[in-house]
């Protein structure tokens, strides 16, 4: 096999341009001057056995077997038929090896390699053969025994997209499996192994979202992970059996050197092709709400129970910064955030006052956003009842009877409402409309709606049942039905979801992310197709939240309207620089620019240990981060999380991440508190950096940009 | 329901002072309930209101701590402190029921509560005009009334709105627990229509326990407005129990959690959440306009001094 590999790949090298294909009777190869993908032989179920990177001593793949895992389809009689279970056949042609399977069911695979490309592209496509058959998942790809990338097994991470992305310990260190259930909370479509500067992406790049399992398995034995991911078919759940599934999109896997925000960059190459971003960056976009494209910050605030606080905030004009929110989880007419929804109306205070407070906010450029509850709807409320809601909207279980009850505090009436029903859909228009039109807030925050996905069985309801993009597309057109509602209320109306749902960018203008953790996946696939909020901070939590929120390009969002009544004049200062840099100079950079590789920075910097929702993780003492606005401009930012001054280099090479190479002249500009946005010098492109101090809590801000 | 207008039309001849041997003092416009004994200052302990046929129970006078500085509260019922009601009043024994509230509309016909619920929406007395749920037989509680409706009822019978002050106190009935019945969320059920017990509806009158001074469902059915405007927290409240005014407030409290809030079947909630919403010492508020299918009230007949 090994010496098949080295003989195509010398005639790869003299053609230079077509990917090696080979089907030989010890297996199939798709190679080219970088990698190389080999399969088991036909007769052993042609599995994936072998990953290469050129550049590196060994192979990627270390399978226990020959008769390898490579795909997985589950029957809904309860049967599992895999690869090794049927003959196989291979073709090759042009770029692409074509693998089929026949017994109960047809199985064909088509792999590519582009010539230039590292990353294998494959989908599947399955049939059922015998009558009465039906599909329920489709595994695909299952790959066995993937070696640690770190030369120290325990150093490797898995990249975890969840919030804005993390990474985790190696399964075969913590010894339990890892799932990540897109798009529930897993909300991006990719997973990638790291260490020792390299990785191994996977990539579902699947452009109607559908719903997927992936899934992590360590074998301690073999010291190796299995990789797969399961695909729930469309309609698995209905009444005829599903006998036809192929993917929507590529199933994308490979090597590639770097880190998380290599992996990231792969992903967005292909994420800003998905039909959500097809309305094109938010700068860019005519329908994106100009007045949030430039917020300065985000306050929580109950107004229902405190507008006397905010009558206080409308004189004291917060932190002088026009342009704000204020999230308002007071205006329940019930008892509780949870279990009133979504009845709102009356408002707490009275319609009169709720709209009175609600223009005099808006006049000072505040804009309230009211809490809707988006998923379940309280059945005990008179509107649920008297319209049938139950009958009409409410998801049903798998065994098409039970009500889908919220596990949600304090109250269990919660009903989960189906985002595909006509009654729910219309129901969130019109508090929507409500909302907007007669109070006049600035939009909607929705909580629970676009990824606490469950698959509703009510045959009633016209959709499919379980399985697919029922759940996607069903939620991603009842925002489209709001979202046409609001605008026409009002066109500068603004929506916002929790939580983070890819699917949903182009009828959402915000983003709930939570915390920012080790791995900011999210902002540098997304950060210039939507907004991105949440993980609201207090001071008492000290400064590095609140610095992390802002170097990491999330609307700063505080608990109250007051601010921090209790903060030490000097930590408010603190806080006011960094929204006023925001303000005044680094909105187009940290509020909707493209996250670019964040720069090297050296010194003796220590490491800390810092908190997110998903557990501690380290990141060192001062951070930096690089964006760049649709002008080509290159925004560089640096935070010192410590009260002691740091000396730091730090470099980037502007030519690889933003096209600003050594050929091209360059204004830099620096932002200061004490002086605001001042040129700093003229330089060259390419390689940038420098050798500097920090202050104690301080930040560094500067832009680049190219002198015609 | 029927048989107390058979009484009341016994006792409106009597004009109210005696029963048995034994002569009771009673409020004008009311006569001493039939099983009536004496209570403080010789008034009968228990009387019916001639206009709504309203059973009162009297309520004597003492001293209590109201609220809590319980952390796992609500922050608007703290700070806990000592309140002394200086003069007995007579309850409502139950909740104004549609019955009761029957009987001022028909006295009253030309009163147009529609004004006095929020002017956006359409929210007075919704399950009497078939667009509620909830029941409109008589010997339920009233629902879907404002708390301006609620206080055009007791100008029309010469009643009053309790304080909050009185309410609790009442409520409580000499106790010092999360509910009057003890702090055992187990028994809630015994005394309250609460949650999914009340199978999200309201329930007839005074068919749970009532507490130790013979007010049924203080705690449940539904909310109670109370005369007050709604202040947040206690640091200003007046020791004496009269009802506090804030000229800039924009809600008015309610009192006692209702059907709607209570223990579900899972069983999932703190039994402090409960507490908070349907205990003695829970308070909620909403603009008066507010009308709900939870929200009705109760009345209270001061003997003297009083002024709510």
């Known amino acids: 096999m090994r010496n098949t590999i080295t003989a195509l790949l010398i005639i790869c090298c003299v053609t230079a341009a077509p990917p090696a294909l080979a089907v030989e009777a010890d297996g199939a190869t798709l190679a080219n001057d970088e990698v190389a993908y080999h399969w088991a032989p036909a007769q ?23 008769a390898a895992a490579w795909w997985q389809v589950k029957l809904k009689d309860g049967r599992t038929i895999a690869n090794t279970d049927l003959p196989c056949q291979v073709d090759s042609q042009a770029e692409t090896l074509t693998f089929t399977w026949t017994g109960d069911i047809r199985v064909t695979v088509v792999a590519r390699l582009g010539a230039d490309e590292r990353l294998l592209k494959a989908r599947i496509r399955v049939d059922t053969v015998t009558e009465g058959a039906g599909l329920r998942d489709v595994v695909f790809p299952v790959i066995d025994g993937i070696r640690p990338l770190a030369e120290n097994a325990a150093d490797d991470r898995v990249l975890f997209a969840f919030r804005t992305g993390f990474t985790r310990p190696s399964p075969l260190v913590t010894g339990e499996p890892l799932k990540m259930k897109y798009c529930i909370e897993y909300n991006m479509q990719l997973a990638a192994l790291l260490g020792g500067g390299r990785g191994l992406y996977f990539g579902d790049h699947d452009p109607t979202a559908a719903w997927k399992d992936f899934s992590w398995t360590p074998d301690a034995d073999t010291q190796t992970l299995s990789y797969a991911v399961s695909h729930p078919v469309l309609d698995w759940g209905g009444p005829e059996p599903v006998t036809h599934y192929e993917s929507p999109g590529d199933c994308v896997l490979g090597p590639f050197q770097g880190d998380w925000y290599d992996a990231a960059r792969i992903y967005r190459r292909w994420a800003v092709t ?17 007045w949030f494209l430039n917020i300065d910050y985000w306050a929580m605030g109950h107004m229902g129970d405190y507008l006397e606080q905010q009558r206080e905030f409308i004189k004291r004009d917060l932190f002088d910064f026009p342009i704000t929110v204020t999230h308002d989880y007071g205006h329940f007419n019930g008892w509780t955030i949870h279990d009133a929804g979504p009845e709102y109306f009356p408002p707490k205070p009275g319609s009169v006052n709720y709209q009175k407070v609600v223009s005099e906010l808006r006049d000072r450029g505040a804009r309230v956003l009211p809490y809707v509850m988006g998923w379940m709807w309280n059945g005990a409320s008179e509107d649920f009842r008297l319209r049938g809601a139950k009958e009409k909207g409410a998801m049903l279980g798998e065994d098409g009877e039970s009500v889908l009850w919220a596990e949600l505090e304090p109250s269990e009436e919660n009903i989960a409402m189906c985002p595909a029903s006509k009654i729910w859909r219309d129901k969130l228009t019109d508090v929507t409309v409500e909302f907007i039109q007669h109070y006049r807030t600035g939009g909607i925050y929705f909580d629970y709606f676009s990824t606490h996905m469950a698959d509703c069985f009510n045959p009633t309801h016209g959709h499919a049942l379980g399985g697919g993009d029922y759940w996607a597309r069903g939620v991603h057109d009842l925002f489209q039905q709001v979202w046409d509602g609001a605008r026409k209320a009002d066109p500068e109306a603004m929506l916002c979801a929790e939580d983070l749902a890819e699917f949903c960018i182009d009828v959402l203008d915000a983003a709930y992310v939570g915390i920012t953790a080790d791995a900011p996946v999210w902002q540098a696939v997304y950060h210039d197709y939507t907004q991105v ?26 608990p109250g309207t007051l601010g921090f009544p209790d903060a030490k004049p000097e930590t408010m200062e603190w806080y006011r620089d960094l929204l006023r840099c925001t303000h005044e100079f680094a909105r187009p950079y940290l509020g909707y620019g493209e996250m670019l590789r964040p720069p090297e920075i050296s010194g003796d910097i220590p490491m800390l240990t810092m908190e997110a929702a998903d557990g501690p993780f380290k990141a060192p003492a001062v951070e930096g981060t690089a964006w760049r606005t649709p002008d080509g401009s290159v925004g560089i930012f640096f935070i010192n999380y410590e009260d002691q001054a740091r000396q730091f280099t730090w470099k980037t090479d502007l ?7 050594a050929a091209k002249r360059l204004q830099i500009t620096e ?12 330089t060259e492109g390419g390689i940038v950096g420098d050798t500097v101090e920090i202050p104690p809590h301080g930040m560094i801000a500067l832009k680049f940009e190219r002198i015609p | 329901m029927r048989t107390w207008t058979t009484i009341l039309l016994i006792f409106a001849v009597a004009a109210g002072t005696i029963t048995g041997a034994e002569t009771l003092k009673t409020p004008t416009g009311c006569v001493a309930a039939d099983n009536a004994k004496p209570g403080p200052e010789g008034y009968a302990d228990r009387v019916i209101h001639q206009k709504t046929g309203i059973e009162l129970i009297l309520i004597s006078s003492g001293t ?44 009253q016909p030309d009163y147009d509560g529609e004004a006095d619920v929020d002017p956006a929406y359409d929210l007075y007395l919704l399950h009497f005009k078939d ?9 339920y509680p009233v629902v879907w009334v404002g708390w ?10 010469g009643l009053k709105l309790p304080s909050e002050a009185q309410w609790e106190y009442a409520c409580r009935a000499g106790t010092t627990t999360a509910y009057s019945f003890g702090d055992d969320e187990e028994n809630l059920h015994d005394y309250a229509w609460a949650d999914l017990a009340a199978e999200h509806l309201t329930h007839p009158v005074a068919t749970k326990l009532p507490n130790r001074w013979g007010l049924h469902d203080m705690h449940g059915n539904v909310w109670e407005w109370c005369a007050d405007d709604y202040i947040y927290r206690y640091e200003t409240a007046p020791s004496d129990g009269s009802v506090r005014r804030d000229p800039t407030a924009q809600t008015k409290p309610l009192r006692g959690g209702s059907w709607s809030t209570g223990p579900g079947v899972n069983r999932k909630t703190p039994a402090w959440f409960y507490s908070t919403a349907m205990g003695s010492v829970a308070r909620f508020h909403v603009a008066p306009g507010n009308a709900w299918q939870d929200r009705g009230f109760r009345v209270i007949l001061p003997l003297k001094g009083t002024t709510p």
């Open chain 1, 44 to 66: 052993q179920g042609g599995g994936l056995i072998g990953i290469e990177d050129r550049g590196q001593p060994a192979g990627l793949l270390a399978p226990t077997t020959p």
């Open chain 1, 274 to 290: 998905a039909p959500w971003c097809a309305k094109g960056p938010m700068v860019q976009r005519d329908d994106y709400p100009k």
């Open chain 1, 533 to 558: 909020f949440g993980g609201m901070h207090w001071m008492e939590q000290g400064q590095i939240p609140l610095s992390r929120q802002w170097l990491y390009g999330r609307i700063s969002q505080i």
């Open chain 1, 655 to 661: 030519g690889e991440i933003a096209g600003l190479d």
């Open chain 1, 671 to 682: 932002w200061t508190a004490d002086n605001g946005a001042k040129p700093l010098k003229q």
């Open chain 2, 64 to 107: 209590f701590v109201m609220g809590t500085d319980d952390r796992q509260a609500a922050s608007n019922v703290a700070p806990a402190h000592e309140v002394t009601i200086s003069q007995p009043f007579y309850m409502g024994k139950t909740e104004v029921s549609n019955g009761q509230y029957r009987r001022f509309m028909e006295a």
């Open chain 2, 131 to 139: 667009k509620s749920v909830m029941s409109s037989e008589d010997e």
């Open chain 2, 148 to 157: 301006h409706n609620a206080m055009a009822f007791c100008a029309w019978a």
